[in-house]
């Protein structure tokens, strides 16, 4: 048996004594109904919702559900248009049907069952830190990103579809907790390497630094740390040949880098947004799309395959662009506007090219962050 099954075995009969159910072989959910939805997460102080919206035939959004996370947003000191400073705060389990958010005022997970585009509370557990900010899931391991005191990695096993903490998944950041601003100062991203080995962390000023762990199945070590002095490393995504793509928020750049085995990158190529605060970014196939919350735009880049970049050009967007997510069948980018708590639509071109589909505001979602399009 290998590691990672003993270690679901385990995790499955910790579930079954807290839960009081008789545990038997994991199996995933049906499959949804439906591909085209898209969760929008509000990040509501006073009470944390998951957002439900249908794709229209024209590429647009109608709402069709709202879903308490039975947590608390939360509002990082000095955030402006996304109060979690991040990206990936919302996530979707594939294998699983299952959907993640960050409660960042509670210091805990929700877990949602999806059908369709309808959601159903599974669980609500705690993060294992402080202020949880980004969340990734592969092959039955969540890990989770919390952004304050000095910031922390933990991890979790699925287990019959709820999450199981593993202790020996936590790592310390050692980040500064008192260094300010403290919106710029907190780790921006986790999400996991193509092909699952591996789990990237991107530290912002507090660190101005990649970290990347290996993570194979029944193991966290310590990170290789990749120093980029003055970058303000944020947000990232890898094209379909595996590259890298990260936004350097210092310069208002989109950087590629390959990622070795043990976790070192290579540079491959640099390019300027000519934008202003360019914090998030998305990828279809390889094509990224850098947000920019300072200009209100999307920046497109091509990818080549060596990772060199080719700037396709900007597109307007409402006011203070943060986090974007694409449809799975890639024709549709949904990017959030933080300051106006809007969501816009656009139409993917063959070409990469953006056209604007529509708009529309989610309740009580200005400053938040956290989308997901199926």
Not at 45 to 50: C, K, L
Not at 109 to 122: C, K, M, N, P
Request: contains cysteine; glycine residues 14%; aromatic residues 6%.
């Amino acid at each position: 048996m290998s590691t990672l099954s003993r270690l679901a075995v385990a995790a499955t009969s910790v579930a079954a004594v807290a839960t009081g159910i008789v545990a038997g072989p994991a199996q995933a959910a049906p499959a949804p109904a439906t591909p085209h939805v898209v969760f929008v997460q509000n990040d509501d102080p006073a009470g944390n919702t998951i957002v439900a919206y249908d794709r229209t035939a024209s590429g647009g959004l109608t709402q069709v559900g709202t879903y308490p996370t039975g947590g608390l947003g939360g509002v990082l000191t000095g955030s402006v248009v996304d109060h979690l400073a991040s990206e990936g705060s919302l996530t979707y389990d594939a294998h699983a049907h299952l959907l993640y958010a960050v409660n960042a005022g509670s210091d805990s997970i929700t877990v949602f069952g999806v059908h369709g585009d309808r959601l159903t509370r599974v669980q609500v557990i705690g993060s294992g830190g402080s202020f949880p900010v980004s969340i990734t899931a592969d092959g039955g391991r969540v890990f989770v990103l919390n952004a304050r005191d000095g910031g922390s990695v933990q991890g979790f096993l699925l287990a019959r579809g709820r999450l199981v903490r593993v202790p020996a998944w936590h790592r310390g950041l050692g980040l500064d907790p008192s260094q300010t601003p403290e919106f710029t100062s907190t780790p921006g991203q986790i999400g996991f390497t193509p092909d699952g080995h591996q789990l990237v962390v991107t530290t912002k000023n507090g660190g101005n630094s990649v970290l990347v762990f290996q993570a194979r199945p029944g193991r966290l070590r310590a990170p290789q740390v990749t120093s980029l002095p003055g970058t303000v490393p944020f947000g990232f995504a890898f094209d379909s040949r595996g590259n890298l793509a990260l936004t350097e928020a210092g310069p208002s750049a989109v950087a590629t880098f390959g990622v070795a085995r043990n976790g070192t990158l290579t540079a491959r190529d640099l390019e300027a947004t000519n934008q202003a605060a360019t914090c998030w970014l998305v990828a279809s196939g390889d094509t990224v799309y850098a947000s920019n919350a300072g200009s209100a735009s999307l920046s497109s880049f091509r990818v080549g395959a060596v990772g060199d970049l080719t700037a396709l050009g900007n597109t307007a967007t409402d006011k203070g662009t943060v986090d974007a997510a694409v449809s799975r069948d890639g024709a549709y980018l949904y990017a959030q506007a933080g300051a106006t708590g809007a969501v816009d639509a656009f139409r993917i071109g063959s070409d990469g090219s953006l056209t604007a589909t529509g708009s529309v505001t989610v309740p009580n979602a200005v400053g938040a962050e956290g989308i997901v399009a199926l």
